[in-house]
């Protein structure tokens, strides 16, 4: 019942930043879309073999430049996601504009009164019994670094389209090479390893830590999306996406099998300004396993819902807020990612799986003291409602607060601080605490 009432209070919030905007907002610019004009005006487009002075070309510069302001406010670009590349090579016949850009990425961090045994920062890893060799820890990374390359075009046949690849450095210590993303853009049609749509990133208050809120949902899949918009204000989404392996405990009881049935997911949203609107998605899974006892093969549907938003009520204030809940879609991401949670076992019954509920939510707000220098802070939970029975010592929920600070010294170097503190309890009742305190520098290109 008390995750009910919690799910009706962050609605009700969610709802309010829909429309608290719609009265208070003023004339003026806010002060965050003022620093994507920076970032803008920091560009260079360069043509070959043209006139850039010439009417016809500047024309179509000056339309590669709309479509690059467009790319700052994708509802699938995070905070965290590289800028648009510095520079843009326009082709000789106006139809083709390539970029190559990335980012320099260094966090730092130190976690005491009992460290967490990763770079990032999430409830599910608190050490319940802390070793007292470990209370403290130093420690950085470059993980984040990242390449971007990305193409603008006009064609008679396909229209306007985009090819957009992606590849960080993260993976083992930080430093392997791995693809981010890898997606085409066709007018309305999206195919490739892109955003899931069930998911929306814009919505996710800035964070310095990678794993960010405790409720944060951004799997990528190979999809293909149909997202046409409706008379300017309405986005509607659907497609069709590989999924992931179920995550499922695999013992002599039970195992996983193989996927044949894809992920179906939509989405209906309400925009009222670039870079902000309120948004209803959800998702539809296939979850198959093989009950060893029985010596069959079984599916079990799991299913979620998110209602997300992000809104700019004032010209200094922009409030972010994403609530989540649904079964057996643990797999896509939250805190419950790193556990077995699509799938889980039932003590009474052998062999036997089902998809559990769980439920986030995560609100926040940006405070733009200069277009370039702001504050932020958020609260973010992940509960775990079994159906049935658990050990004691099994995860319950986590929680985390975290408090930033970002100056962006030039519209290309950017400088922060933050603050995350969280708890993680069990079914027993058992609650432990964690803190860190984390830097970060990165210069895009």
């Known amino acids: 019942m008390k995750h009910k009432l919690r799910i009706a209070s962050v609605i009700s919030l969610i709802l309010s930043s829909a429309v608290f905007p719609c009265s208070g907002q003023t004339d003026s610019k806010p002060k965050a879309d003022q620093q994507v004009d920076r970032l803008l005006q920091s560009q260079k487009i360069i043509p070959f073999g043209r ?7 500047q024309a179509y510069i000056d339309s ?18 590289p800028y648009s590349p510095y520079f843009l090579f326009l082709s000789k016949d106006a139809n083709l504009a390539m970029g190559v850009g990335g980012a320099v990425r260094m966090r730092g961090y130190y976690d005491w009164g009992g460290a967490m045994p990763a770079a990032g920062f999430s409830p599910y890893l608190i050490p319940m019994t802390p070793d007292p060799a470990s209370m403290r820890h130093l420690d950085a990374t470059p993980s984040g670094t990242c390449l971007f390359f990305r193409i603008i075009g006009r064609n008679k046949l396909m229209g306007n389209y985009q090819l957009n690849i992606e590849a960080n450095f993260t993976g083992y210590n930080g430093r392997d090479f791995k693809l981010k993303k890898a997606y085409a853009i066709i007018n309305d049609f999206t195919v490739g390893y892109a955003n899931s749509t069930f998911s929306d990133p814009s919505a996710l208050p800035p964070t310095i830590d990678a794993s960010g809120p405790a409720n944060k949902i951004t799997p990528t899949s190979v999809l293909i999306r149909y997202m046409p918009v409706i008379k300017k204000k309405w986005v509607l989404a659907a497609s069709v996406e590989i999924p992931s392996k179920a995550q499922a405990i695999e013992d002599e009881q039970a195992k996983p099998i193989s996927n044949y049935i894809p992920d179906f997911a939509a989405f209906a949203q309400y925009e009222w300004a670039p870079g902000q609107h309120v948004r209803l998605s959800g998702i539809v899974r296939s979850l198959p396993y093989r009950n060893l006892i029985e010596n069959k093969n079984h599916t079990v549907i799991g299913w979620a819902a998110m209602l997300s938003a992000v809104a700019r009520p004032t010209g200094s204030l922009s409030a972010y807020a994403t609530v989540n809940y649904g079964r057996g879609y643990s797999g896509l991401g939250s805190d419950l990612m790193i556990g077995n949670y699509d799938l889980v076992g039932n003590i009474s019954d052998p062999g036997e799986l089902y998809a559990p509920t769980s439920f986030g939510y995560c609100v926040g707000i940006q405070y733009n003291i200069l277009p370039n220098l702001f504050i932020s802070g958020n609260v973010s939970e992940t509960n775990y409602l079994p159906k049935y029975k658990v050990t004691d010592d099994e995860y319950k929920y986590g929680l985390v607060c975290t ?21 993680r309890q069990n079914f027993s009742g058992e609650q432990k605490w964690a803190r860190r305190a984390a830097l970060m520098c990165m210069f895009s290109f």
Do not use: C, K, L
């Not at 479509?67 to 406010?73: G, L, N």
């Not at 962006?408 to 503190?421: L, P, S």
């Open 64 to 81: 590669v430049r709309q479509r690059v302001a467009v790319f700052y406010y994708d509802q699938f670009r995070h905070f965290s996601d």
């Open 51 to 57: 006139n850039a002075d010439s009417p016809d070309m």
């Open 403 to 423: 408090a930033n600070v970002f100056w962006n010294m030039t519209a290309r170097m950017q400088v922060g601080a933050e603050f995350n503190i969280g708890t």
